[in-house]
C-alpha cells in the first residue's frame, strides 16, 4: 500500500505536464519522417536523395499529439452534447 501512495502524486505530476505540453506545443514531429515530410533515401552511390511525401503526416511533418486529440474529441463530444 505505501508504494501505491509514493507513486500516485508521481502519476498526477506526469498528467500535468503532458498537459500542459499538449496545451503548449500540440503538434510533435512525425515518427514515421521524423519530421522531415518526406522520406529520405539513399541512392546507390551513396547520395542522399528526398523521397516521396510521407503519407502519415501527408508532407507537413507535424502530427496532432494524443493527449490534444482526445481533448479535442471530448470538447466537441461535450459541445455537441451541450447544443
Known sequence: M????T???LLILLTLCYATLCAASPFG????CEGWGHKIRQT???RLKR???CRRC?????RLRIGRRLYNTTSRMR???TR
Do not use: I
Open 7 to 9: 507513486a500516485m502524486p
Open 51 to 53: 523521397g516521396r511525401e
Open 44 to 46: 546507390r552511390t551513396g
Open 29 to 32: 514531429a512525425c515518427r514515421k
Open 58 to 62: 501527408r508532407g507537413y511533418g507535424r
Open 79 to 81: 459541445h455537441e452534447g
Open 2 to 5: 505505501p508504494s501505491l501512495l
